[in-house]
C-alpha cells in the first residue's frame, strides 16, 4: 500500500505539465468563450466548443499552432491589456494569467 503514493507521484506531474483539451481547456473556453464562439454564435466564424472546431479556427484560418503557444491567436488574444480592442473576452474581466498560462502551456504541449 505504501508503493501507492510514490507510483502515483509521477503521473500526476505529467498530467499538470501537459493540459488537455478534455480536462483543462474546453471548460475554461466553455465558462468564457462559448457564449460567443459557440452553436448558437460563431463569431469571426471561430467555434470553440470542441477540440476539432477550436483546432479548425475562424474565418481567418486556424488560431491555434500546435506546439507554438506565443504564436498563436488564441494565446495572443487573451493576452492583449485590459481595454484592447482585440482582447478576448471582449467584455466581462480578462482571464487570469494562470488562465492564460494554462492555454499557452497546451498549445505548447501539441493541442491534444
Ligand atoms: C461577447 C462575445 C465574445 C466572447 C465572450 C468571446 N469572443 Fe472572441 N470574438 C468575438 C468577436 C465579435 C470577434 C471578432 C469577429 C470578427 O472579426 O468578425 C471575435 C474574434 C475572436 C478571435 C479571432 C478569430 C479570427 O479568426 O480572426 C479569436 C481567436 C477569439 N475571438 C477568441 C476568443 C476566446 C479565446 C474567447 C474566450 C477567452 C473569446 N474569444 C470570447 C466575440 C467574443
Redesign the pocket.
Known sequence: MRLIPCLLLPTLMLAAESPTFAKDIGPL?TK??T???GEKKA??G?R?DSLEATLK?????P?VVPGQGLKS??YE??TKPEGDADI????GKP?TSEQAALIRAWIDAGAK
Do not use: A, D, F
Open positions: 473556453l468564457r468563450c457564449e460567443c464562439h463569431k469571426g471561430l470553440l479556427g475562424g474565418k481567418e484560418g488560431v491567436e488564441l488574444v487573451v478576448m473576452p471582449p467584455k482571464l
